[in-house]
């Protein structure tokens, strides 16, 4: 097919669960020919049971990247319409209590790998002369939480390189924007909980009461996630993001996010700070 009757591509990363999971089969719903990723075999086999094509990539392996964009490729005939750079972890622990190592891995994983599968992107975008690339950041990377650093410092600066990217792209029809959530229904925060424990020494930190405290909510939360929007609430911004003739830079999701937002626009630091300090 060509023209205005061919269906739209997308590759959506992150695929296994949450986010990533509901936003590739809503898409394909839609009638996008969605290219998903996953990092277990696993995961792979149930997208493609509900045929969406998958393929595996991991963030921190560069070689993977490089496979997934050339499988990615060969099914849409070169083209891509849009990117959905979804997935990452969040390493939980206070910033002194960081090991340099879990550090440059959250950033692989959350920063330098997105950028490497957006930069092989933009070539084929930039051919097409159109394409829309989304990136699924957090309300983290504008209004930072305790015990978070590594996360809200991968996400600080995906939000500082997607806006310099959406500068330089003006006048090339492609768009770029960010979606920020909030806590949203998934497992992602179950999912930090073995890197926590891999990186974090609890029982030596001077935080070791404060992080048994959040252990205790963090188990209380993933067993109920009440009140918490599901990735539907995502995917009604990422919708837009793609479709609209002016998609909007930043997509804030979920009422606690855009209430951060709008207090960090508003308060001074002297109130702003001590505030996100009794923030969890």
């Known amino acids: 097919m060509t023209g205005e009757n061919r269906r739209k591509t997308i590759l959506v990363t992150g695929c296994s669960s949450g986010i990533g999971a ?11 020919q969605v290219i998903a990723s996953a990092r277990t075999n696993d995961d792979i086999s149930k997208l493609k ?15 993977s990247i490089a496979n ?9 005939g070169g083209r ?5 750079n979804n997935g990452g972890y969040a390493q939980v622990g206070a910033v002194e209590d960081l090991p340099v190592d879990a550090l440059r891995a959250q ?15 933009i070539s084929v975008m930039r051919a097409q002369g159109h394409g829309r690339i989304v990136q699924c950041s957090s309300i983290l990377g504008l209004v930072p939480l305790r015990f978070r ?7 600080h600066a995906l939000e500082g390189l997607s806006v310099t990217l959406a500068l330089e792209m003006q006048g090339s029809g492609i768009h770029v924007s960010l979606i920020e959530p909030g806590a949203i229904a998934t497992r992602f925060r179950a999912n930090c909980l073995p890197h926590l424990h891999k990186h974090i020494d609890i029982d030596s930190s001077v935080h070791r009461h404060d992080y048994q405290a959040q252990l205790r909510r963090l188990e209380k939360q993933e067993l109920s996630n009440s009140g ?10 990422l919708r837009h ?15 606690a996010a855009k209430l951060g937002v709008i207090a960090r626009r508003l308060l001074p630091a002297r109130l702003f700070y001590p505030w996100l300090a009794r923030q969890d």
């Open 68 to 76: 997934f964009f050339e499988h990615a490729m060969a099914a849409t």
């Open 241 to 255: 993001a793609l479709t609209a003739e002016r998609p909007r830079y930043h997509y804030a999701v979920t009422r």
């Open 22 to 32: 509901y936003c590739a089969r809503a898409l394909k719903a839609e009638g996008w």
């Open 80 to 84: 891509c319409d849009a990117l959905f």
């Open 228 to 237: 918490k929007l599901g990735p539907e609430a995502v995917y009604q911004v």
């Open 149 to 155: 650093g590594a996360y809200n410092a991968s996400k």
């Open 107 to 121: 950033f692989e994983a959350n920063f330098f790998g997105w950028h490497d599968l957006t930069r092989r992107v």
């Open 49 to 63: 049971e509900d045929g969406i094509e998958a393929f595996f990539l991991d963030y921190a392996d560069p070689p």
